[in-house]
């Protein structure tokens, strides 16, 4: 009787485990479609306004630009990590870390600093040893293109100082709910927009003000945005892959279930054979 106690034990805590990954997955999917909303209407801007970008520079030279200063090699990179605060998401946190990892590995001859934005890849990166200069977990308390735009300005200027040769972001680029591909994005220097890689034609603009003026103000601009989708999509992407992976932990929580109520059924019966079997047993010894 004591195996059939363990075992409804174990179908109990099974049950409420699943419970509690189903409400997740719920969850997760009523954010979801929040998150996807906000990055299919965000992606139609950033693209125009790379076109926009495109063409004003076109017919300029902006590699003397601040933002555009390109070193003779790059020493020191800045990665820009987006993840989530909270795990329970499959490997949508660790992947992030493992591209991190991999593009240190890569150039070893390069000084890498992180910047996080989730507790999560914070604390796995620390205990690797990466050296962490700063956070903004607390963005996702509050998620709005302000927020965002106040921490691409301070990327900007570490950049502008010449603190870093180069600065990049690493987040999951969201596709639907069960993908998310890991992308590591240059932001700086601002790469050159090169009309065949773009297949479109330029457009002839009449400008006012100047191109150089409207160049000066559309690039810091067009970085926030960039910084901007790439967190949304990363946003997006944690609950697509937690929905995902409650939903895996959901079905094999209630396959475990199965499995666990066969084998108190067949303990059971094997019980009330053998008291059956006693029971006679007994009967029979009391008639001899």
Known sequence: MANLKELRNRITTVSSTMQITSAMKMVSAAKLKRAQDAITQMRPYAQKLEEILMNVSATLDSSEGVYSRQGEEVKK???????????????????????????????????????????KPLEMLKRRGQAIIGNHNSLFDDLTFENVSAIAESLMERFAKGEYDQIS?????????????????????????????????????????????????????????QLFKAILDSHASEHGARMTAMHKATDNASELRKQLKLQYNKARQAAITNEILEIVGGAEALNS
């Open 77 to 119: 990179v800045l990665l820009v990590t987006i993840a989530s605060n909270r795990g329970l998401a499959g490997a949508f946190n660790a992947n992030i870390v493992k591209r991190v990892l991999a593009e240190t590995q890569e150039h070893p001859e390069r000084e890498y600093h992180v910047i996080t934005i989730g507790k």
């Open 169 to 225: 972001l690493v987040y999951n680029q969201f596709k639907n709910a069960a993908v998310q591909r890991v992308q590591l994005e240059q932001m700086l220097p601002v790469r050159e927009v090169k009309n065949e890689d773009s297949g479109s034609q330029l457009t002839d603009y009449i400008y006012e003000p100047s191109k150089e003026e409207i160049l000066q103000d559309l690039i810091p601009k067009s970085l926030k945005t």
